[in-house]
């Protein structure tokens, strides 16, 4: 039986892990020359990858309007036509970017453009509502993002969203926003066995909002690959925030600590990545992660999670105990 998670106050039932749409979104460029995508990408396999995550018991699809410069949308609208019904769709704001030419263009917090940005969304999923609808500029004050309620709760009342949220590492941000809007359900941020934000799932837990787990396997790190990666995907030119990879390769003081670990998240005969993911179901009830997939083998892998349910107590003991001297210490 797959297991299932409820979206914060909103009640919206999701699959316990969902699929990020990062990946399938293709190039994007930055300044600079500065990759935001992962490469390029076969688009058949992709909607082969997003139909293999439904039949797995996947519900939850998170996406954003610049992933792929509006790409990463199309193809999840093309995979999803006659199946919406089957799908949670999340999708994101607050990025611009130039769909013919694939740049990101920069960040635009307005209210007006939130409405815009929404209206394109929906044209390219090929839909008549967004279920999750994410601010997607983490580092934004939290008085603009409060701009943004009394637009977000029209969107609501008109039927084009079902509840929204901040992608934002920020746990007073989080909270603020959680405070004013009443439709506002979730916070998606960084989150894994190598990265635990033990502060925002406080806030999780005292306004009842879902935690959307981005990161989930430390954008590949906790796959286990060793494969180096192109100068056209983000690891491969990692900017300041990706801590994972140096020059395409695993960052060698985080690729000790996935060996440390390994034995134990692999003790009950997972793979690493179900185990990594295992942990994240075990750290709270609120945790939906959302790692991403270009692959049917890969969406099958982290699917079949669904099946095991959460690490055993013994291993996530375990695994505490082999990282408690990298672990921030526990505010008083």
Not at 28 to 42: A, I, K, S
Not at 46 to 72: C, E, K, M, P, Q
Not at 108 to 128: F, H, K, M, N, W
Request: charged fraction near 20%.
């Amino acid at each position: 039986m797959s297991m299932t998670r409820t979206l914060g106050r909103s009640g919206i039932e999701v699959s316990a892990i969902g699929m990020g749409c990062w990946a399938i979104g293709g190039p994007l460029w930055g300044d600079g020359g500065q990759p935001f995508g992962w490469g390029e990408v076969d688009d058949d396999e992709s909607i082969r990858t997003i139909h293999a995550a439904l039949d797995a018991g996947v519900t939850l699809f998170d996406t954003a309007s610049n992933y792929g410069a509006g790409h990463s949308e199309r193809i999840l609208g093309r995979a999803l036509a006659g199946r919406r019904d089957r799908a949670v769709i999340a999708t994101k704001f607050g990025n611009r970017a130039d769909e013919a030419t694939r740049r990101w263009t920069g960040t635009d917090p307005s209210p007006a453009y939130a409405v815009q940005s929404l209206e394109e969304s929906l044209r390219r999923l090929g839909t008549d509502h967004v279920d999750l609808y994410q601010l997607h500029i983490n580092d934004l004050p939290a008085t603009a993002a409060l701009d943004l309620v009394d637009t977000l709760e029209g969107l609501v009342a008109q039927g084009k969203i079902r509840a929204y949220g901040w992608s934002t590492d920020h746990p007073d941000s989080a909270e603020a926003f959680a405070k004013a809007g009443t439709h506002c359900t979730a916070v998606q941020h960084d989150q894994s066995v190598l990265l635990d934000n033990a502060a925002m799932l406080a806030v999780c837990d005292a306004y009842d909002l879902a935690s959307l787990n981005r990161g989930p396997l430390a954008m590949g790190l906790l796959t286990g690959s060793k494969r180096a990666v192109g100068r056209d995907d983000v690891r491969g030119m990692a900017p300041e925030w990706l801590v994972w990879f140096t020059d395409g390769r695993p960052t060698p003081e985080w690729a000790a600590r996935v060996e440390r670990i390994r034995a134990a998240l692999t003790s009950d005969g997972r793979t690493l990545a179900q185990g990594a993911l295992g942990w994240l179901l075990a750290r709270s009830p609120r945790t939906v992660p959302i790692p991403g997939a270009r692959t049917v083998a890969q969406v099958r892998e982290n699917a079949a999670t669904l099946a095991l349910g959460p690490l055993g107590a013994d291993a996530v003991a375990e695994v505490e105990r082999l990282l408690s001297d990298v672990r921030p210490a526990p505010a008083a």
